[in-house]
């Protein structure tokens, strides 16, 4: 089930289009700032005015940028189609004629969502790193208003960013693939899916909101970014809990409607 579902939605036309537009994001933002290469960028603070320093500060820029809303844009419309293609075309029915059971189905969607996301996260980061050894070279990770990392301190902050982002992404994605199960047309379920980023990324704006943000995932999600602040410490602990909370949440709500209706109805 997992290559069938890969095969026919990772690969599906509007799959590598979203790919390749994560991928051109890095690509033109570096570009756009060649010219500051080795030198702060403007006059920005942060991992934004540190972008041009290196081909790892150029990455953790671009996810920065990436990650609040075009990210799980792209992370969502994978899940919700995995989630009700079979439904939408039809062919749902068949499948449960067939020896194929719902634990098994259910398992397959679940594995090809979680590798949609991590390949829509791999996206990110590689385009970035590539992009900025061609443009800006391998050197030490620059904090403004701190000393370079080391090398090994920098990737071991990046990948532990990157993982951090892919757990978060998977929140989004169990979201979206339960909203694919519970409505009755996949654009429905992504619609949806998109609305709950966009509105919860203005509430979390919102610090007269705060007691109601932080029991949204997206309340989180750039946590990591305190990872390369000059104190170099974050705290990912709550982000953490919070989605794991929601993807348990979400897939447990997919899995209780797979069990007591027929969602092909």
Known sequence: MLRVELTTQLLR??????????AAVPVAAGFATASHAGHRNGTQGGLFGASTYSALNHTMASLAFIAPLLLPIAVALPATAIASADRDWGTLRYLYVAPVTRSRLLAGKLAAVA???LAATACVLVAGLLSGLALFGWHRF??????TLTTGAALGRVLAAGGYTFLCMLSIAAIAFALGVLLPRGTEALGAAIAFVVVAGILNGQSALHAVTVVLPVHYWQNWT???????????GAGTAAQIATIVLATGLAVLVLSRRDPAA
């Open 13 to 22: 036309v509007r799959s590598l289009i979203a790919l390749a537009c994560l």
């Open 115 to 117: 590798v949609t996301t």
């Open 142 to 147: 620059h904090v403004i208003g701190a000393p």
């Open 226 to 236: 305190h990872l390369f602040d000059p104190a170099g410490a974050a705290h990912l």
